[in-house]
């Protein structure tokens, strides 16, 4: 579906992060963990890149509005994203993908993300608790400092509210004395201490191409079947 979609809001979430709330047009269906194409439309600049990226849905189908969040690189695209003034346009074009959530409750879900790969675990999180299916859902968010953690407030309180939910925030590089989360990179050791039977899950993967890259040989280490792995590589970080 294409369409021309007005700014509500944009907030900073994280250091160097972004998210862009925009309004959903009517009759636009998507699955929890899909992507769309925005297009800036008569961008003040532009680059090699062009004026389209493709961004994750941070919220969830029965969430009224559609979110983006980005990390706020200084390319042309993401200058113009930043300084668009509330009640502006761009053009969207999607869904698109199959980053989903597996329809089996009684499989686990073990998602491995790194940065802001997390974008589509937010929505698939979300959808999961309000349609009270009942997956289990262990995320290990690996970032490089504590101030890298979007939507982590938010993912705290859930899992503390909901025993179906693991949240674990991973800092590779440097987290404060009083880090609750692990620390350094994710390795079988800590993957097998979140998820027990490494056998169960379906695996999802999201993130830089090198961090999906690396999670998928980990878990090809651990004997894990490459058919309970499903990965979205983030092209351009
Ligand atoms: C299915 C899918 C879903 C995605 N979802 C999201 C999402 O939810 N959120 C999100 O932020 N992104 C998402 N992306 C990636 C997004 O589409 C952009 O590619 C990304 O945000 C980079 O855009 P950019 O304007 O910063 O860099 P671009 O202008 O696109 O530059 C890309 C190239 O330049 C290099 N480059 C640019 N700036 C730098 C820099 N500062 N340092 C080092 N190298 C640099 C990159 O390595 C890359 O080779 C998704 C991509 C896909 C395919």
Redesign the pocket.
Known sequence: MKSNVKLLKKETIARDTMAFSFEKPENFEFRAGQ?ADFTLINPAET?T?GDT????LVHAPFEPNLV????M???A??RCLKNLPVGAGVALDGPY?DFTLHKTQATPAAFLIGG?GV?PVRSMIAQSLHDRTAHEITLLHACRTFEDFPFKAEFEQLASKHRRITYVPVASESAPDDWHGERGRVDEAMVMKYVPDLNRPIYYLAGPEGMVKAMRELLIRLNVNEDNIRT??????
């Not at 990226?53 to 994750?56: D, E, K, L, Q, T």
């Open positions: 992507f680059d890149e990226r493709g961004f994750s983006v969040a980005t990390r690189r200084n390319t695209y993401k993908g802001i974008t979205e590589e983030f092209a351009g970080y």
